[in-house]
């Protein structure tokens, strides 16, 4: 319990300490005009109150990933303690603070246009269809996990058909209508669920007391098939919205178009992912518990789906209606990002084609294809009993590819303007090993290599790309010398 309480604090007293470190580096203006008044056009650009936004950034970002990778990153062992609370201080807020606020200092740009400002045209071109792909992946993700989860809490007439039929119409009304009309005002709502749920099962470990490991007991591997799993570089792919995900940036870019004042950053984009990385350790904690301690738990350690997990934990320390409340807050959170996901994606495929999106026909040309798309995937996922597990693979390696794009291009921005670049420096080193590594390394959805030779060559391609922008900083210095 007391390395539990140790990381809470930890990332409570890194919002309030590192976040203003990060601040001051990056300088803000709070007499700068932005983009919501600027470019105001009653669908994305349109200005809310500080409250609305970090409730809209928190629930797009927390969706399955602080719950679901939090658990089966919780078979790990304390080392998923560390990486929940290390990486939501100092690389997963970071991450979400700089290209948040170089947006909202670009007229609201989104994140493959930020790829192109600093890393090229061809990464901006990449990246957008990289992304754009994403999203799609996202939503498809957050449709299945929540409409497995109604079932569970209600009548069987109400089946898995039902529930995703009518994810799908929310989502398409949420991808079409302005920002303020829905997302805006059922937010707080869900929000209010979300809170019950985390405040539920932090009090239920309080209250209980469970029997949680501590980091003098050691940080080794305690996956049950730690063979094909080590922790480096799997376990920071598996948690991957838990303490860094590169999604959280294309959604950071999209409240940078609701910011009335850049001081709204620090508690908008930095405190956002602080509260996630709570939610996540929190689910941690109560999985490694019924891992080890409760025999349910036990049964669902090996291969369990996460969502029976969610079901044992709550119903076991919270009851009935508890548990019941406490899932819907599991419920909405996927739902709040995976709305926000398609909506990204209709900006960005707008954006491709120079497509203005005032016209609600222009929306639904954009959208329908996207969303026809998705059902196809989705229909896969479902019929094929890997499709769930190839998909968040895809989908978790994806977002941790994406956070080490965006370190690098916020690397860049932060020498251009001659601001302490190392803050988003060494994590985009760091994110670039786990990534490169990860592909040769893992089974099936990678090369399958060796362990060693997967380290080698992720290694290279770490060393390579370093040097490359220690290479372009040299040339960058020495042209402002000569001029």
């Known amino acids: 319990m007391i390395s539990f309480i140790g990381c809470l604090v930890f990332l409570i007293v890194g919002y309030f300490v590192y976040g203003k470190v990060v601040e001051k580096i990056f300088k803000i203006e709070k007499t700068n005009v932005t983009p919501a008044f600027r470019l105001k056009d009653g669908v994305?650009?349109?200005?809310?109150?500080?409250?609305?936004?970090?409730i809209i950034q928190f629930l797009n970002i927390a969706g399955l990933g602080p719950i679901f990778g939090a658990i089966?990153?919780?078979?790990?062992?304390?080392?998923?303690?560390?990486?929940?609370?290390l990486g939501s201080v100092f690389i997963g807020a970071v991450h979400d603070y700089i290209p948040g606020m170089i947006s909202l200092r670009k007229n609201g740009e989104t994140l493959p246009e930020i790829h192109g400002l600093y890393l090229g045209k061809f990464v901006r071109e990449f990246m957008r269809i990289f992304m754009i792909v994403l999203t799609i992946l996202v939503g498809v993700v957050f449709v299945s996990g929540p409409a497995q989860l109604l079932t569970t809490i209600t009548p069987d007439f109400f089946n898995l058909t039902f529930w995703i039929i009518v994810i799908f119409i929310y989502y398409l009304l949420a991808t079409l209508l302005p920002i303020d009309k829905i997302i805006g005002k059922i937010y707080p709502i869900f929000g209010v669920f979300l809170l019950i749920m985390a405040l539920g099962i932090l009090f239920s470990i309080f209250y209980f007391q469970p029997e949680l490991p501590e980091f003098w007991d050691g940080l080794g591997n305690q996956h049950p098939q730690k063979t094909g799993n080590p922790i480096f570089p799997i376990m920071f792919i598996t948690i991957a919205c838990g303490a860094i995900s590169g999604f959280h940036s294309t959604q950071s870019t999209l409240m940078s178009r609701c910011m009335t004042n850049e001081k709204q950053g620090h508690p908008v984009f930095f405190g956002a992912m602080i509260t996630e990385g709570i939610v996540a350790l929190i689910w941690a904690a109560a999985a490694t518990y019924f891992f080890h301690h409760n025999e349910a738990g036990k049964a669902l350690f090996v291969d369990g789906n996460p969502t029976l997990v969610v079901q044992l934990i709550t119903q076991t320390w919270m009851g009935r209606i508890g548990a019941v409340l406490a899932v819907l807050g599991v419920i909405f959170a996927p739902i709040t990002t995976g709305d926000t996901a398609f909506r990204m994606g209709r900006i960005m495929i707008a954006e491709l084609f120079h497509f203005e999106q005032k016209s609600m026909k222009n929306r639904l040309i954009i959208s329908i294809p996207i969303f026809l798309v998705s059902i196809v995937i989705l229909v896969w996922s479902i019929t094929d009993k890997q499709g769930f597990d190839i998909i968040w693979r895809y989908f978790a390696w994806g977002n941790q590819f994406l956070a080490m794009v965006t370190l690098w291009a916020s690397s860049v921005y932060l020498v251009l303007e001659n601001k302490f670049y190392w803050i988003t420096f060494i994590p985009a080193i760091f994110m670039t090993m786990v990534t490169s590594t990860f592909i040769f390394i893992v089974q099936n959805q990678g090369f399958g290599l060796n362990p060693v030779l997967s380290?080698?060559?992720?290694?290279?391609?770490?060393?390579?790309?370093?040097i490359l922008f220690w290479v372009w900083k040299k040339r960058f210095k020495k042209n402002i010398f000569i001029h």
Not at 72 to 85: E, N, Q, R, V
């Open 72 to 85: 089966m990153g919780a078979k790990y062992g304390t080392a998923s303690f560390l990486w929940i609370t």
């Open 455 to 466: 380290y080698s060559l992720g290694f290279g391609i770490t060393n390579s790309i370093t």
């Open 44 to 54: 994305d650009f349109i200005p809310m109150k500080g409250y609305k936004i970090f």
